[in-house]
């Protein structure tokens, strides 16, 4: 917790910053479409495998896609899990819905960790996860950067039913940091902060919708994203 208000601080200060010294921002809105394929193996393993595009929906033109993330969980107990995974990324530059694209790739290794517990009927979840980005470049080249995720979430039942849970509100906050090469002056990556719901339509298929504003540092340092994204999941859950 006190890492997550150490980064908000610092989130604050740059958007404060960003104002101060005229630097342009750039508004956008997307809309994500996911669908989550999550293989119970035992009790404590799980594979989860992710397909996920991001579109503008100015001109409708492609902007991201995860072509998959495969992470592969253990959960030792009810509040915690572990994982590690791979997530195979693409990205169409310039980020201008008005330009044509060109596609670029990302490769990305990843290891999380998240704790949760419950305070009444509330559910609280803290996720930490490290990123290995490997990103073509000009040239053939490959740049290489770390990032650091860390998102607090909330949820809350408003339908139940056997005393499960099919309808839930949700909230969640998510500031990511990076390290790298050229990336002296661009510790701060992005924020991610918005809500939704969570609806459970049968014992193995849930569907979430959420409303969240993306605000992301410009690669050239010169100015910021502002993105409101509506994004749409299918989770499919599978158990041997």
Not at 84 to 105: A, E, R, S
Not at 116 to 138: G, H
Not at 217 to 227: A, M, V, W
């Amino acid at each position: 917790m006190r890492i997550h208000l150490l980064i908000l601080i610092e989130l604050i200060f740059n958007m404060s910053a960003n104002d101060l010294i005229g630097q342009s921002t750039t508004n956008q809105t997307l809309v994500w479409a996911k669908y989550q394929n999550d293989l119970h193996i035992s009790e404590k393993l799980i594979l989860s495998n992710e397909i996920e595009s991001r579109n503008y929906v100015q001109h409708f033109r492609g902007h991201q896609r995860l072509l998959p993330a495969t992470t592969l969980i253990y959960k030792p107990n009810k509040g915690l899990i572990t994982g590690f995974g791979f997530t195979y990324f693409q990205q169409f530059n310039p980020q201008d819905p008005n330009i044509k694209g060109v596609l670029n790739n990302e490769y990305r290794f990843l290891q999380l960790i998240e704790f949760s517990n419950s305070i009444s009927k509330l559910e609280v979840k803290t996720r930490v996860q490290i990123e290995e980005r490997l990103i073509e470049a000009p040239n053939n080249k490959i740049d290489f950067s770390l990032r650091e995720r860390f998102r607090f979430k909330l949820a809350f039942p408003l339908i139940s039913k056997d005393d499960k849970a099919i309808l839930k509100a949700i909230i969640f906050d998510e500031i990511m940091v990076q390290q790298g090469a050229g990336l002296k002056f661009n510790i701060f990556d992005q924020n991610r902060f918005g809500g939704g719901l969570s609806a459970r339509i049968k014992e193995s298929f849930l569907i979430e919708t959420t409303l969240f504003n993306w605000y992301q540092q410009k690669p050239d340092l010169l100015g910021f994203y502002n993105r409101t994204i509506l994004s749409l999941s299918l989770i499919h859950s599978i158990s041997l």
